[in-house]
């Protein structure tokens, strides 16, 4: 059985994200949605109303699981025999973070192995920041975010202090 870690913060969810999703889910037997700590970045929603977000989303895809760790993803990757990482790139500035990314996790776990998937045409724009960039100000939010989770995303939005 082949399986494919995604790996991410998801502060939300995008519709970016869940392209990224999509298409993994047909190449890989099981994909893993792992929300992961990024202690750069201050969360709009808790590492657990993340994962419920996610599972509303993804629940229309069998083969698509929800989990989160706070452990170092090379050692994450390890739960999973043969596991692959799956990360999405929209232009060529997450290329070289992604690649960096990539080398260090292949130096600590010299069995992991990263599949770049492009983005979408129409999702390369849309980022988790720019989704709450846009939210503090209202703006229609139906073409970057899952409708499962719109209404979430717009009431925290208003209480959401960076």
Do not use: W
Request: glycine residues 4%.
């Amino acid at each position: 059985m082949s399986t494919a870690i995604y790996p991410g913060s998801f502060d939300p969810i995008t519709l970016g994200h869940l392209n990224i999703i999509r298409r993994a889910s047909k190449i890989f037997d099981k994909v893993v949605v792992c929300v992961m700590v990024n202690s750069s970045k201050s969360p709009m929603f808790t590492r657990d109303e993340r994962l419920e977000l996610i599972e509303r989303v993804v629940k229309r895809f069998p083969n698509v699981e929800v989990d989160t760790s706070s452990i170092l993803l090379a050692e994450y990757v390890k739960r999973y025999e043969g596991a692959v990482l799956v990360k999405g790139l929209r232009a060529v500035s997450d290329f070289e973070s992604e690649f960096q990314m990539a080398i260090i996790n292949k130096k600590l776990n010299p069995e992991l192995e990263t599949v770049f998937l492009t983005s979408s045409e129409k999702y390369t724009y849309i980022s988790s920041s720019v989704v709450k960039e846009m939210a503090k100000y209202g703006a229609d939010l139906t073409e970057l975010v899952p409708s499962e989770i719109l209404q979430d995303v717009i009431e925290r939005s208003k209480t959401y202090k960076r």
